[in-house]
Nanobody
Framework: VQLQASGGGLVHSGGSLRLSCAVS????????IGWFRQTPGKEREGISC???????????YYADSVKGRFTISRDNAKNTLYLQMDNLKPEDTAVYYC?????????????????WGQGTQVTVSS
């Protein structure tokens, strides 16, 4: 099982970025998967997760801090997860990770996820 996040960068406040998470070793539509972020000195937080489409209902979760601005999606043919981030704010600055626990549904909490990508830095300037 491997996950590789990419797409981070430096953007001005109000700008947009799209993160990608390429996965291998499992089929993306069979398991829950999500995006998490962490800033120095703070705990890692779950910001958006989606349950399995083939084995569950494909339901999505968004943290209140990103609801209405971020959109999680996946391309099962490419086995890639995305996070479209719009109207970015300086407080969105963090290292972003994708992760899965190979279950069909998961509460979007970091402790329950076993497999992690390497992280991609997002920096939003004011």
């Amino acid at each position: 099982v491997q996950l590789q996040a990419s797409g981070g960068g430096l953007v001005h406040s109000g700008g947009s970025l799209r993160l990608s998470c390429a996965v291998s070793g499992f089929s993306l539509d069979d398991y829950a998967i999500g995006w998490f972020r962490q800033t120095p000195g703070k705990e890692r937080e779950g910001i958006s997760c989606v349950s399995s489409i083939s084995r569950h209902d494909g339901s999505t979760y968004y943290a209140d801090s990103v609801k209405g601005r971020f959109t999680i999606s996946r391309d099962n043919a490419k086995n890639t997860l995305y996070l479209q981030m719009d109207n970015l704010k300086p407080e969105d600055t963090a290292v972003y990770y994708c992760a899965t626990d190979l279950r069909t549904f998961s509460v979007c909490l970091p402790d329950g996820f076993e497999y992690w990508g390497q992280g991609t830095q997002v920096t939003v300037s004011s």
